[in-house]
Every structure is written in structure tokens, then in C-alpha cells.
């Protein structure tokens, strides 16, 4: 169900971790530390998200954009219920499908025709579901050859082909998208791009993190740019050439 015509609501988040480096306990590091007078370092925290507060609308395709650790995985990870916020708090409103790490969810020593089962049942497909987009899966992933091989034999490519290929067989109401289309060959990063834009004709609304500023341009409606944890702008194509602007004369 919507709210205001809002699928998605991210209010005031803050994302907060602690650097500091804690070993694990033993008998034998607590007599080394203690003879050698060594203390436990200090524990840093580091705020990966600040404040970060914005909607967006149903249907609406949102691209991030940001320098490396700005936190925009992190948001994204946040926003699918992985992480819990330190502070504010997120709500959806519609079923979310989250490609994020492909292939987390796979078992290295089943099969692909194994994980797929697996895989489809974690993303809460039943067997019905499965087996009538088997076929579907495996003639999209093109691992026709592969199905009864190891998953742990197979080139971070194909796990990442498999893994798209099981995600995508439902439309989702919002789908989260964290730097998919760099993975696999080109051929199949096209394919991949065209089945995304498929899922968006059909109304899918979509977060979307990616560091090639022209796919942001094509396929996002609104921009959000993220340093150090904070909104920087928020609005349209035009926000994606303030950025390069920004990162050319840093």
C-alpha cells in the first residue's frame, strides 16, 4: 500500500560504525597483553550516513552518486532492511528486491541448477514459482552447459549472470540495484541494462548506484549525490554534471 504516493521514505537515517580494532578474547592474548602492558586501542566511530532524509515516488527510477565510500551501499543496504540505522528510520511500502552482492546467497558446493532453487527460495519464490521460470533462468543466464557444475568452479561472471538471472524472473515493486551492470561480459551487461529498463517501463520504482555517470543520465529520473555520508544535492541529470565538475577539480 502507498503513503502520500510514496513508495519509499528515508527519514533523517544516520548509519554509525565503530572502527575500532577489537581481537577476539583468548587466555593466551590475555597474558601477552597484560606482561606487555598493552592496552586496547581507543574505539573510533566513523558515521558512514548523516541525516540522509529524502522520498521517493512510485514508478520513480533514483540514481546515487557519490566517491568511493561516500556511503551509498551502505544507504542502499539500509534502505533493504540488511543494516538497521544507527539513527531515523526507513519505510517501504511494496515488496523490495534487493541486488546488492549477487550471488551472497549462493551455496559454493551445490550446483547451479541447486542454487537457483536455493537462491529463488531465499528472495521468498516457491518451488511452483521456480520450476515454471526455470527455463526462463537458465536460457537468460546462458549457462545451459553449467547446470549441473559446482558453483565454486564457475568465474565471479557466471555467478554473477546466475544470480541476476534468478533475480529478475518476478517484477518487483521496488527494486534496489548497487553497481550490477558492471559484472559479466559486455553482451551481457547490455542484456542486463535492457531487461532493467524493461522492469522500469513496467513501473518498477528503482534505487540505483552506479559510478558510470552515463547510465545514471539514462535511466534515473533524480540524482542523489552523497560525500562523507551527507546529501549533497538532490534533483535532476543536471546534479550528475555539478558532480564531475566537483570531482575534476578536486
Not at 561516500?70 to 534502505?79: D, E, F, H, P, Y
Request: hydrophobic share 40%; proline share 3%; with cysteine.
Amino acid at each position: 500500500m502507498e503513503a502520500n504516493n510514496y513508495m519509499i521514505e528515508v527519514n533523517n537515517v544516520s548509519m554509525r560504525f565503530n572502527l575500532g580494532i577489537e581481537k577476539g578474547f583468548s587466555l593466551k592474548q590475555g597474558f601477552v597483553d597484560f606482561f606487555s602492558g598493552k592496552k586496547k586501542p581507543p574505539k573510533k566511530d566513523f558515521w558512514a550516513l548523516t541525516d540522509v532524509d529524502f522520498k521517493v515516488k512510485k514508478g520513480e527510477v533514483i540514481g546515487f552518486i557519490g566517491s568511493n565510500g561516500a556511503g551509498k551501499s551502505t544507504l542502499l543496504k539500509v534502505v533493504a532492511g540488511v543494516m538497521k540505522p544507527t539513527k531515523g528510520n526507513v519505510k517501504a511500502y511494496g515488496n523490495i528486491c534487493p541486488m546488492i552482492e549477487l550471488g551472497a546467497g549462493f551455496d559454493p558446493q551445490l550446483t547451479a541448477r541447486e542454487n537457483i532453487y536455493l537462491n529463488g527460495s531465499i528472495m521468498g519464490y516457491s518451488k511452483e514459482l521456480i520450476d515454471s521460470k526455470f527455463q526462463e533462468i537458465v536460457d537468460f543466464s546462458e549457462l545451459h552447459d553449467f547446470l549441473d557444475v559446482p558453483v565454486q568452479n564457475f568465474s565471479s561472471g557466471m555467478v554473477a549472470r546466475l544470480a541476476f538471472s534468478v533475480a529478475t524472473i518476478v517484477d518487483p515493486e521496488i527494486l534496489i540495484v548497487d553497481e550490477i551492470l558492471s559484472v559479466g561480459d559486455i553482451a551481457f551487461q547490455a542484456k542486463s541494462e535492457q531487461k532493467m529498463l524493461s522492469m522500469i517501463g513496467g513501473g518498477t520504482t528503482v534505487l540505483f548506484v552506479s559510478h558510470s555517470i552515463e547510465q545514471i543520465k539514462k535511466m534515473c529520473d533524480t540524482v542523489v549525490w552523497i560525500e562523507h555520508g551527507v546529501v549533497q544535492k538532490i534533483g535532476g541529470k543536471e546534479i550528475c554534471d555539478e558532480y564531475k565538475d566537483f570531482i575534476f577539480n578536486k
